[in-house]
């Protein structure tokens, strides 16, 4: 390929962090209209790489060309004004305003200096037929579903006439119908000559959508090639430098012990009927659409959102909890789905973290790092589950997405819980660290612990679960074994009678 | 990777430790400086311990404060808490020594019940701790105001004033040592293990950090408001005694105090909003205020150009701050 053709060229991009390498002499090109997808575990740059692109970091080295003419953006706006739109992994629409606002946010029409909204509304309409959707222009941006503010940040792309538009990874919190929409959509606004830099986790995404693929492991570029030479196996091994043969752990082959959790009858406003059981040594995996109450079920679990049950016992004893802390010391852990709002203190040490829950119940006045909140034995849990840090007492906000998940590991095992509850355990969260999280579970029930896991991700589902029971319109809908087929999981998910299916043994 | 942590944790703990302590204090120390520049004294002995009873109230004030911006809220009721102090003191002992004991007491047990309101207001009315501050302060200078009449006059006892004027004579090394000195020493030790050495302290950080975090781990995040705004209003208490032996009974001796407080927080690198601060910093902050405010009057500035001064100061302090942690990133 000729320099000239290519749209972006980044050039042994280097950039350092106090103690941590972050980009080390990366380079990474794409021509006009292609999709590139980037990929790499957490850590490995692709966050920096990004930031870099988008002016939000100084590169301390390296060159950043585009159409072949030398750019180097101090700040964000001149990235933007350069034809940069980044859409990040957490959407960053104004809720309050409307989508026409939104889209023209920055760069509103104006006629004699005057905010013209007519045609603000007309050219957002405009620009979002253009992406085959017919979402309203005056309706609230916080409205929308997720998957349609992702088509209004990609109709803001648009507005600005991106000539790059960097992804990331934007359908992490889709399920797998809009996925498949917003994939279209990805190969129309790149048939247009938008070249589009697509990160994302899922290999299905990027082998269905990407031209070619560029991999980054530890701040270096491992490969760029085109998807045809690269199928999963040899990406994959590229990222995490190993095969994944025993991605998903091996299914315990001991019978499940008695019922750790038993539900009957549970309701609340987004939930009825809901009766189940997970047994000791079990895991149990919750699949639905969004709104299939899936999440709401893991909120009434730690009494978040307490529902009405008509009895509900843990290891024999009745429980009821009304708020979170009773859940805890009923037995119950939860790892959140949302790990930035719901699980981090992000300006805490990665010890601090780590033993949050043991000095929630600690008496007041005890000191910080009295047993079993010690740094010896925090940093015990720390490093069995492998957590890397440059040092335990850093920031947990500086730790990758896999690591972080694993200092909420942590802070729950210093409890040890009854039950688990896995919300999305592995959102946004590489390869490798995805492999340790489905151990570190398996290890867990094989402890006798039971096992909820709540999630979107069927491969995982099927992968994970002992059982599964799928989740429609607030209520079960169905339960099949460990193993069954995506196809099996998704007829009950998306079945639209509604007669309870029968319930397999 | 073993000796990766090693070095990563001496680097990180040094790091630590010169983006929170160092500013303030080698601000403080500079300002002193110049201030002993300008009058000689300053250097001495006597006067180093003077300046410390001087600065004594407003960092007892700021350590209470730090409490209570840490779990990422805002304290304004301490200024009027100060003023309560004083004219109530003044009503309860009625010039009667013997009474001094029993009216701290009294003091003591209206702080907590003014801390107890404003946490309970923030905690289970769910209302910005800054409105429902506000809202005390009103109320409280209201209170002031009506048990003294209006306008308080004269002097306390003089054994309920030993706490902000009394000092020890002849004593090896440094000559003299108030008493203001020495509950000074003593609060800051108490607040320094309130917020370092106790499960406490961390979970206030954690509140502050990430309060919905901190409730699903199980924090009572309620009682942690409550007992931040206790501690703060204790400590308003403490530094109106003091400041009731300095001068003079009225109404406006703690008028403006929690926001020098906030401030001296602020410039000791105490994160507005929460999550972020340390003991060191707020004593620190509020030593480099008074600094300041000595370094004005010996330059001889009239009063309203060191407000002014005092104002820019502050957003000076806290534009540094928030440049330092951009940069740090």
Same mark, same amino acid.
Request: some cysteine; aromatic content about 6%; overall charge positive.
């Given at each position: 390929?000729e320099q000239a053709?290519?749209?972006?060229e980044?050039l042994?991009?280097?950039?350092?962090f106090?103690?941590?390498?972050a980009l080390d002499?990366?380079s990474?090109?794409?021509?006009r209209?292609?999709?590139?997808?980037?990929?790499?575990?957490?850590g490995?740059?692709k966050?920096?790489?990004?930031?870099v692109?988008g002016g939000?970091y100084?590169?301390d080295?390296?060159?950043?060309r585009?159409?072949?003419r030398e750019?180097a953006?101090?700040?964000?706006?001149?990235?933007?004004?350069?034809g940069?739109s980044i859409?990040?992994q957490e959407?960053?629409?104004l809720?309050?305003?409307?989508?026409?606002?939104?889209?023209?946010?920055?760069?509103?029409?104006?006629?004699?200096?005057i905010l013209d909204?007519?045609?603000m509304? *007309?050219?957002?309409?405009r620009l979002?037929?253009?992406l085959?959707s017919?979402?309203a222009?005056?309706?609230?941006?916080?409205?929308?579903?997720?998957?349609h503010?992702?088509?209004?940040?990609i109709?803001?792309?648009?507005a600005i006439d991106?000539?790059?538009l960097?992804?990331?990874?934007?359908?992490?919190?889709?399920?797998?119908?809009?996925?498949?929409?917003?994939?279209?959509?990805v190969r129309k606004v790149?048939?247009e000559?938008v070249?589009?830099?697509?990160?994302s986790?899922?290999?299905v995404e990027?082998?269905?959508?990407?031209?070619?693929?560029?991999v980054?492991?530890d701040?270096?570029?491992?490969m760029?090639?085109?998807?045809?030479e690269?199928p999963t196996?040899?990406?994959?091994?590229a990222?995490?430098?190993?095969?994944?043969?025993d991605f998903?752990p091996p299914r315990s082959?001991l019978?499940?012990?008695p019922?750790?959790l038993n539900?009957?009858?549970?309701?609340?406003?987004?939930?009825?009927?809901?009766?189940f !059981?997970?047994r000791?040594?079990?895991?149990?995996?919750v699949?639905?659409?969004?709104?299939?109450?899936?999440d709401?079920l893991?909120r009434a #679990?730690i009494?978040?959102?307490?529902?009405?049950?008509e009895?509900?016992?843990?290891?024999g004893?009745?429980a009821?909890p /009304?708020?979170p802390?009773?859940?805890i010391q009923?037995?119950i852990?939860?790892l959140s789905d *949302?790990?930035?709002?719901e699980g981090?203190?992000m300006?805490?040490?990665v010890?601090d973290?780590?033993?949050?829950?043991?000095?929630?119940?600690?008496p007041a006045?005890?000191s910080?790092?009295? !047993?079993?909140?010690?740094?010896?034995s925090? *940093?015990?849990r720390l490093i069995?589950l492998?957590v890397?840090?440059?040092?335990?007492?850093?920031?947990?906000?500086f730790?990758?997405?896999g690591?972080?998940q694993?200092?909420i590991?942590?802070r729950?095992?210093?409890?040890d819980?009854e039950?688990?509850?896995?919300? !999305?355990?592995t959102? /946004?969260?590489?390869?490798?660290a995805k492999?340790a999280i489905?151990?570190i579970?398996?290890?867990?029930?094989r402890?006798?612990?039971?096992? #909820?896991?709540?999630?979107?991700?069927?491969?995982e589902?099927?992968?994970v679960?002992?059982r599964?029971?799928?989740?429609? !319109?607030g209520?079960l809908?169905?339960?099949?074994? /460990?193993g069954?087929?995506e196809?099996?999981?998704m007829?009950i998910?998306?079945?639209?009678?509604?007669?309870p299916?029968?319930m397999a043994? | 990777?073993?000796v990766?942590i090693?070095g990563?944790? &001496?680097?990180?703990?040094?790091?630590?430790?010169?983006r929170?302590?160092n500013?303030a204090?080698v601000v403080?120390?500079?300002? %002193?400086?110049?201030?002993?520049l300008l009058?000689?004294? %300053?250097l001495?002995?006597?006067?180093a311990?003077?300046?410390?009873?001087r600065?004594a109230?407003?960092?007892?004030?700021?350590?209470?404060q730090?409490?209570?911006l840490?779990?990422?809220?805002?304290?304004?009721?301490v200024g009027s808490?100060?003023?309560?102090?004083?004219?109530?003191?003044s009503?309860?002992?009625?010039?009667d020594?013997s009474?001094?004991w029993?009216t701290?007491?009294?003091l %003591?047990?209206i702080?907590?019940?003014?801390?107890?309101i404003n946490?309970a207001v923030?905690?289970y009315?769910?209302?910005?701790s800054?409105?429902a501050?506000?809202?005390t302060?009103l109320?409280?200078n209201?209170?002031?105001?009506?048990?003294?009449g209006?306008s308080?006059?004269g002097y306390l006892?003089?054994?309920?004033r030993?706490?902000?004027?009394?000092?020890?004579h002849d004593?090896?090394?440094?000559?003299?040592?108030? $008493?203001a000195?020495a509950v000074?020493?003593?609060?800051?030790?108490?607040?320094?293990?309130g917020l370092?050495?106790?499960?406490?302290?961390?979970?206030?950080?954690?509140?502050g950090?990430n309060?919905?975090?901190? &409730?699903?781990?199980?924090?009572?995040? &309620?009682f942690?408001?409550?007992g931040?705004f206790?501690?703060?209003? $204790?400590?308003?208490?403490t530094a109106g005694v003091? $400041?009731?032996?300095?001068?003079g009974?009225?109404v406006d001796?703690?008028r403006?105090? &929690?926001?020098?407080?906030?401030?001296a927080c602020?410039?000791?690198g105490?994160?507005?909003l929460?999550g972020?601060?340390?003991?060191?910093?707020?004593v620190a902050g509020a030593?480099?205020?008074?600094a300041?405010f000595?370094?004005?009057? $010996?330059?001889?500035?009239p009063q309203?150009?060191k407000d002014t001064?005092q104002?820019?100061?502050l957003i000076?302090?806290?534009a540094?701050g928030?440049?330092?942690?951009r940069r740090a990133?």
């Open positions: 390929m053709a290519l749209a972006l980044m042994d991009i280097t950039k350092t106090p103690g941590v390498q002499a990366v990474f090109g794409c021509a209209g292609e999709v590139h997808a980037l990929c790499g575990e957490n490995a740059g966050s920096t790489l990004i930031k692109l939000v100084r590169p080295g390296g060159t950043i585009l159409d072949g750019v953006f101090s700040h964000p706006i001149v990235a933007r004004r350069a940069i859409i990040h959407l960053s629409l809720p309050q305003r409307s989508v026409a606002e939104n889209i023209f946010l920055g760069v509103e029409p104006t006629r004699f200096g909204r007519r045609t509304r *007309d050219e957002a309409g979002l037929r253009r085959g017919s979402i222009p005056a309706s609230l941006a916080g409205d929308l579903s997720i998957a503010q992702q088509i209004v940040e109709a803001k792309a648009l991106a000539r790059i960097v992804m990331d990874e934007p359908t992490a919190a889709l399920d797998r119908v809009d996925a498949g929409r917003l994939l279209d959509l790149s048939a000559g070249t589009i830099v697509y990160i986790h899922r290999m990027i082998q269905a959508v990407a031209d070619r693929v560029t980054l492991k701040g270096r570029t491992v760029t090639t085109t998807l045809a690269a196996g040899r990406l994959v091994r990222m995490v430098g190993r095969d994944l043969a998903y082959s019978p499940p012990g019922p750790t539900v009957r009858g549970a309701a609340n406003g987004q939930l009825h009927d809901v009766s !059981e997970v000791a040594g079990e895991i149990v995996g699949a639905g659409l969004e709104g299939s109450g899936k709401a893991a #679990l009494g978040d959102e307490p529902f009405e049950v009895a509900m016992e843990i290891c004893r009745a009821k /009304g708020h802390r009773a859940a009923a037995g852990g939860r *949302d790990r930035k709002r981090l203190l300006q805490q040490s010890r973290n780590a033993t949050l829950i043991e000095r929630a119940f600690a006045l005890r910080p790092t009295a !047993e079993p909140m010690s740094p010896q925090t *940093d015990k069995q492998d890397r840090a440059a040092s335990f007492e850093q920031e947990a906000q730790l990758s997405g690591n972080q694993k200092v590991i942590a729950w095992l210093a409890r819980p039950i688990f509850i896995f919300c !999305e355990p959102r /946004g969260v590489d390869v490798a492999a489905y151990q579970m398996r290890d867990l029930a402890r006798g612990r039971a096992i #909820l896991m709540i999630s979107s991700d069927l491969p589902i099927i992968g679960s002992d599964i029971l799928i989740m429609r !319109e209520t809908a169905g339960e099949l074994p /460990g069954a087929t196809e099996e999981v007829a998910a998306v079945a639209h009678d509604r007669e299916h029968a043994s | 990777m073993t990766a090693q990563g944790r &001496e680097r990180a703990r040094a790091v630590a430790l010169v929170r302590v500013f204090v403080f120390l500079a300002l %002193y400086v110049a201030v002993g009058q000689p004294n %300053y001495e002995p006597a006067g311990m003077n300046f410390l009873r600065a109230p407003l960092a007892i004030l700021a350590s209470g730090l409490f209570v840490i779990s990422g809220g805002f304290d304004l009721s808490l100060v003023t309560l102090t004083v004219i109530g003191g009503m309860l002992t009625a010039n020594p009474k001094t029993s701290i007491a009294a %003591y047990a702080g907590l019940f003014v801390g107890l946490g923030v905690a009315l769910k209302t910005p800054i409105i501050t506000l809202g302060l109320s409280v209201g209170a002031a105001m009506m048990w003294s209006g308080p006059r006892p003089d054994n309920f030993m706490f902000g004027r009394f000092v020890f004593v090896p090394v440094i000559g003299i040592f108030p $008493l000195v000074l020493v003593a609060v800051c030790a108490l607040a320094q293990w370092h050495g106790t499960v406490f302290g961390r979970r206030v950080l954690a509140v950090d309060p919905r975090a901190a &409730e699903l781990a199980g924090v009572r995040v &309620e942690v408001r409550l931040v206790v501690i703060s209003a $204790l400590s308003a208490v003091m $400041l009731g032996g300095f001068g009974v009225s001796v703690g403006g105090l &929690e926001l020098q407080a906030i401030a602020v410039v000791g105490v994160q507005l929460g972020r601060g340390t003991v060191v910093g707020a030593l480099t205020l008074t300041l000595a370094l004005l009057t $010996l330059l001889g500035l309203p150009l001064a104002g820019f100061i000076a302090a806290v540094i928030a440049w330092r942690r990133v």
